[in-house]
T-cell receptor, first 115, second 113 residues
Framework: GAVVSQHPSWVICKSGTSVKIECRSLDFQATTMFWYRQFPKQSLMLMATSNEGSKATYEQGVEKDKFLINHASLTLSTLTVTSAHPEDSSFYIC???????????FGPGTRLTVL | GENVEQHPSTLSVQEGDSAVIKCTYSDSASNYFPWYKQELGKRPQLIIDIRSNVGEKKDQRIAVTLNKTAKHFSLHITETQPEDSAVYFCAASRSGGYNKLIFGAGTRLAVHP
């Protein structure tokens, strides 16, 4: 159990377009989901934390109007990168956590390339 | 703010040797300490975790130790194999609420045959 999927696995887009990434918990209800960004050879940087049905909590320095997060159900969270630019190119990874438990289960990641 | 420092950044060992990676955390309220293994282009995989009510935990060739007083925790891999080669991340978090994981910078482990 505890499988998290992400879609798409990779995406290439033109500068100025918006890209939506989906994160799904396939076999459990995720009360909290997390979105990370990882640049090459670097650690995971938390972007935001979202709880189902409430607004996401963004980390310092992350623009909430640029990275829109929606956690509409206990199994789905989406991250939309609006007006993407080349500097937004990165590996975006989500994770999900069951209520009351510490362990986070990670999705396979989405590699975003903005041309 | 909260911080987790991880050392070394790179580690090269011969197959069969042991590898040790160390982390220090700053938030004294942290009580959950997972270790993740990440292969190139893939998701982080939880390999072992420890909670603050224990000082050591072992799972086959992998062990983790925790010193709450010093705010240190370490990953020990014995009898290393080439397939252990990956980047390893430590993390720390509190329990409850919006508990977020604070990650270390990572250790790139290379196990040479």
């Amino acid at each position: 159990g505890a499988v998290v999927s992400q879609h798409p696995s990779w995406v290439i887009c033109k500068s100025g377009t918006s890209v939506k990434i989906e994160c799904r918990s396939l076999d459990f209800q995720a009360t909290t989901m997390f979105w990370y960004r990882q640049f090459p050879k670097q650690s995971l940087m938390l972007m935001a934390t979202s709880n189902e049905g409430s607004k996401a909590t963004y980390e310092q320095g992350v623009e909430k109007d640029k990275f829109l997060i929606n956690h509409a159900s206990l199994t789905l969270s989406t991250l939309t990168v609006t007006s993407a630019h080349p500097e937004d190119s990165s590996f975006y990874i989500c994770s999900a956590r069951r209520q009351g438990l510490n362990e986070q289960f990670f999705g396979p990641g989405t590699r975003l390339t903005v041309l | 703010g909260e911080n987790v420092e991880q050392h070394p950044s790179t580690l090269s060992v011969q197959e069969g040797d042991s590898a040790v990676i160390k982390c220090t955390y700053s938030d004294s309220a942290s009580n959950y300490f997972p270790w993740y293994k990440q292969e190139l282009g893939k998701r982080p995989q939880l390999i072992i975790d420890i909670r603050s009510n224990v000082g050591e935990k072992k799972d086959q060739r992998i062990a983790v130790t925790l010193n709450k007083t010093a705010k240190h925790f370490s990953l020990h891999i014995t009898e290393t194999q080439p397939e252990d080669s990956a980047v390893y991340f430590c993390a720390a978090s509190r329990s409850g609420g919006y508990n977020k994981l604070i990650f270390g910078a990572g250790t790139r482990l290379a196990v040479h045959p």
